[in-house]
C-alpha cells in the first residue's frame, strides 16, 4: 500500500492580486523503500510540494493521505502529533536551534515524542556517534562546520525513526565526500522501508533515486522506475 | 522537554540587555504616573469630602508678635477665628477653629459623648464622626432650626494636645491628650456648610480661638512657621474676607481647592494623560514582543517542523518572557513604592492620620505583568500563523 498518496494536490498563491500556481494537480502515490527524486527549474514548485507532503503547508485544492487517513481535516494537534512520529524533515540550511548545543539539538524531537530524558540521552549520544560527531556533543551550532551541522540535521531527521523522510536540497553546501555520504545514507534508509522523498538539483540524486518526478511550472512531466 | 524548549526559544543576551532597559524604563515612569493618578485623586476627594467647611484663608504674619497679629484680624468683619497654623495640621486645627455643628457642640443635648473628642480633633481616618445626621433633631427628636440657636450661651470640653515627635516608626509629630478644660461662649452665627439641601448646620462660636489654641497645646515648638489661617464665618463671606486681608497688607490664599469645575477639569487632564502614556507604553511592550516573536521565528518553525504543539511552543516563549521581566519588574517595583511614598508623603502633607503608601496600588503593579501575559496570549494566534514551511525558504546562511 502507498504510504503517501496525493490527489490532484494544487497550491495557489496569490499576492497582490497576482496568483502563482505552485502546484498544479499533482497526483502521485508513493511508496516505501524508495527513494523518490523530485527535480526541475528553479520556482517549479518543488519546495511548495515538499511542505505540501510534509503537512508544513496547507494545498489549497485536493487531498493529501498518509496510508489511509486524509490530513487536511487534521487539527494543529493531530497534525503535530503526526509530524512527530512519521516524518523526519532535512532542511537546506541546516536547521538547528542556536541555542542548543548538538546533543540538546537531537534530543529534542526524541523528547517530543514522549521518551523520557535519560533514554532520550542515550539514544541521541548513540545517533551522534553514528555520525562520528560524539566528539561534538556539546558545541553549539556556530562552532560547527557546515557538513556537520547537515550531519546533525540528518540524524535529527531520523531520530524519531519516521516512515517518511522528506529533504530539500540536502546537500546544498556539501562538498563531494559528504554528499555521496548523505545520499548512501538517505538511501541505505529506502532499502530498509522507509520512504525518501528528496527534492535536489544535483545530478549525482539520480544515482540513488529509485523514482524521478519532473515539475514544471507546478505540473509533474512524468515519472519512471 | 519544556526545559529544552525553553532554551531553544531563549533570547539571544543583547535582546534580553534591551528588553531589560526598556522594562526598567516603562515601569519606572509608567508605575509612577500610575501611582500619582490615585494619590492625586485621593487628594482631591479629601479635599472636596471633608475640607468644604475649611473656610479658611492662609496668610504670612508680618511681624514675630503674632499675638496681637491676630488680634487685629479677629476685628474684621466675617472672621470668625484666627489661629497660628502648622503647615502640617492645618487639617486638624481646622476642624477645631470654629466651625463645628451644633450637634458637636453639644448644643441640644444629642450626641454628648461625641463632643469632646470632635473639639479635641477627630483624627481623619474618624472623620466620619464629624459628619451630622442629616436632620438635626433635639434629645425629644424635634427637629431643630438652627437660626434659633444664635446668641445661645454653650461649653465645650476641649482636651489639650501634647506633641512628641516619634521618629522609630514614622519620623511624624504625633498628638497625645493630655488635660482637658471647659471653654464658654456664646453662638455667634449659623450656617450650612454644605449644599443648600444639607441639613448640617455649623455655629461660630466666640471662645473658639482661646480654645483651639489651647487644644494646639506646645505644636507651635515644632512648627513656628508664623503662618496664620484665618477662618471666615461662612463659605460665603471668604473672598470678602480675603479681600479685607490683602488690603491690610497680607498676601492670602484660600487652603483650599473649593471649586469644583477646576478640580474636574484637572482630574479630566490628568486621567486623559494617564490613559495616554498607558497606550504608548502598552504598544512599546507590543512592538518589542512582535520583535522577539520575528526574531525567534526561525527556532519556532523548526520547532513547529519537529511536531510540537502551537501551545507548548506558546508557554516556552512565555516563560523566556517572564525569567527576562523577573529583574526589570522587580527594580522598576521597588522604584515605584519609594516614589509613591514620596509623592503620597508631599500630597498628604496636610493630613494628620492619613496613611500614605502605595499598598493599594499594587494593583497597577498586577496589572502590569497581567497586561503582558496578556500580550503573551495574544501572540499565540501569531505562532499559529507562523508556518514551518518558512525554514524550506530560508536562505542558505
Ligand atoms: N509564500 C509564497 N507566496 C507567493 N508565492 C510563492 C510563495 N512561495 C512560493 N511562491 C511561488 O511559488 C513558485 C514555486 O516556488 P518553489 O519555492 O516551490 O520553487 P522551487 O521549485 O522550490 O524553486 P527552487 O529550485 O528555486 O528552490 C515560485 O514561483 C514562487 O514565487
Ligand atoms: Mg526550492
Not at chain 1, 137 to 166: M, V
Not at chain 1, 198 to 207: D, F, K, T, Y
Not at chain 2, 64 to 85: F, G, L, N, Y
Amino acid at each position: 500500500m502507498a504510504i503517501l498518496t496525493a490527489d490532484n494536490l494544487t497550491k495557489q498563491y496569490t499576492k497582490h492580486k497576482k496568483s502563482v500556481l505552485a502546484v498544479d494537480h499533482f497526483t502521485y502515490q508513493f511508496q516505501p523503500g524508495k527513494l523518490y527524486a523530485i527535480l526541475g527549474e528553479s520556482g517549479a514548485g518543488k519546495t511548495t510540494l515538499l511542505s505540501i507532503l510534509g503537512g508544513l503547508e496547507k494545498p489549497s485544492d485536493g487531498q493529501l493521505y498518509f496510508e489511509d487517513r486524509e490530513l487536511s481535516g487534521m487539527k494543529d494537534r493531530e497534525l503535530s502529533q503526526w509530524r512527530k512520529n512519521k516524518i523526519g524533515f532535512i532542511f537546506q540550511s541546516s536547521a538547528l536551534c542556536q541555542n542548543l548545543s548538538a546533543l540538546e539539538n537531537v534530543m529534542l524531537p526524541i523528547l517530543a515524542a514522549g521518551i523520557p530524558r535519560m533514554e532520550a540521552r542515550q539514544r541521541a549520544e548513540a545517533l551522534l556517534d553514528s555520525v562520528g560527531l560524539s566528539e561534538r556533543a556539546d558545541f553549539l551550532p556556530q562552532e560547527l562546520s557546515g557538513g556537520e551541522k547537515q550531519r546533525i540535521a540528518f540524524i535529527r531527521a531520523i531520530a524519531n525513526d519516521p516512515e517518511l523522510i522528506l529533504a530539500d536540497e540536502p546537500t546544498g553546501n556539501l562538498d563531494e565526500k559528504n554528499e555521496k555520504l548523505l545520499f548512501e545514507r538517505l538511501s541505505a534508509l529506502a532499502k530498509e522501508g522507509r520512504c525518501v522523498i528528496i527534492v535536489s538539483h544535483n545530478p549525482q540524486i539520480l544515482h540513488y533515486a529509485d523514482c524521478k518526478i519532473v515539475l514544471s511550472s507546478g505540473r509533474r512531466l512524468g515519472a519512471d522506475g | 522537554m519544556d526545559k529544552l524548549l525553553t532554551k531553544a526559544l531563549r533570547y539571544k543576551r543583547w535582546e534580553r540587555i534591551l528588553f531589560s532597559v526598556i522594562l526598567v524604563i516603562i515601569g519606572i515612569t509608567g508605575l509612577t504616573l500610575l501611582a500619582f493618578a490615585p494619590s492625586y485623586q485621593d487628594y482631591v476627594r479629601f479635599t472636596e469630602d471633608y475640607n468644604i467647611q475649611a473656610r479658611g484663608v492662609r496668610i504670612s504674619a508680618q511681624t514675630t508678635d503674632i499675638e496681637s497679629e491676630r488680634q487685629r484680624i479677629a476685628s474684621v468683619d466675617h472672621v470668625a477665628a484666627c489661629i497660628p497654623q502648622s503647615e502640617r495640621y492645618f487639617f486638624t486645627s481646622q476642624l477645631t477653629a470654629g466651625d463645628f455643628s451644633l450637634q458637636d457642640a453639644r448644643v441640644t443635648g444629642i450626641n454628648e459623648a461625641l463632643a469632646p473628642e470632635l473639639i479635641a480633633g477627630t483624627p481623619i481616618e474618624h472623620a466620619d464622626d464629624f459628619l451630622c445626621p442629616p436632620v438635626l433633631t433635639d434629645a425629644n427628636g424635634h427637629k431643630i432650626d438652627g437660626e434659633s440657636l444664635i446668641g445661645q450661651t454653650i461649653s465645650i470640653t476641649v482636651e489639650q494636645q501634647h506633641y512628641t515627635v516619634e521618629f522609630f516608626t514614622n519620623p511624624d509629630v504625633f498628638p497625645t491628650t493630655s488635660d482637658t478644660k471647659t471653654f464658654t461662649g456664646r453662638i455667634t452665627g449659623v450656617y450650612r456648610p454644605f449644599e443648600p439641601d444639607d441639613n448640617m448646620l455649623v455655629a461660630g462660636f466666640e471662645t473658639v480661638g482661646e480654645m483651639s489654641q489651647y487644644r494646639q497645646g506646645n505644636l507651635q515648638e515644632f512648627q513656628p512657621d508664623g503662618t496664620l489661617i484665618v477662618y471666615a464665618d461662612s463659605y460665603s463671606n471668604l473672598s470678602q474676607v480675603e479681600s479685607a486681608l490683602r488690603s491690610m497688607g497680607y498676601s492670602s490664599s484660600p487652603t483650599f481647592w473649593l471649586d469644583k469645575t477646576g478640580v474636574f477639569l484637572i482630574m479630566v487632564g490628568a486621567w486623559t494623560a494617564f490613559v495616554l502614556i498607558g497606550l504608548v507604553l502598552f504598544w512599546i511592550i507590543w512592538v518589542l514582543l512582535r520583535r522577539q516573536l520575528a526574531s525567534r521565528s526561525n527556532e519556532i518553525a523548526l520547532l513547529k517542523a519537529t511536531g510540537i504543539e502551537n501551545i507548548r511552543i506558546g508557554r516556552g516563549l512565555l516563560v523566556n518572557l517572564l525569567r527576562t521581566a523577573v529583574l526589570p519588574v522587580c527594580l522598576s517595583g521597588a522604584f515605584f513604592w519609594l516614589i509613591s511614598r514620596l509623592l503620597a508623603k508631599l500630597l498628604f502633607l496636610g493630613l494628620v492620620g492619613y496613611t500614605p503608601g502605595p499598598s493599594g496600588y499594587i494593583v497597577f503593579l498586577a496589572g502590569i505583568v497581567a497586561a503582558c501575559c496578556g500580550i503573551i496570549i495574544a501572540l499565540l494566534p501569531g505562532i499559529t500563523r507562523l508556518s514551518p514551511a518558512l525554514l524550506l525558504r530560508e536562505e542558505t546562511k
